[in-house]
């Protein structure tokens, strides 16, 4: 188990960052606009990406 609660509080912001991607790029491809389309794309990816380095065991985190 991770024992870093530092990183999974990181992680659920990543989630939140990720979950606004989605409703930002949505967003924008319902309201056609490019921007806010792109800007919610790259939320998403960087959310999705922090999220699996905040929980990706480290060597210190052995029982």
Known sequence: MIRGEG??????????VTLGGIHAALRGLLFDETAVTYYGVLAILIGAASFVVMLTPLPSDEP
């Open 7 to 16: 990183r999974i509080v990181a992680a659920l912001g990543a989630v939140f």
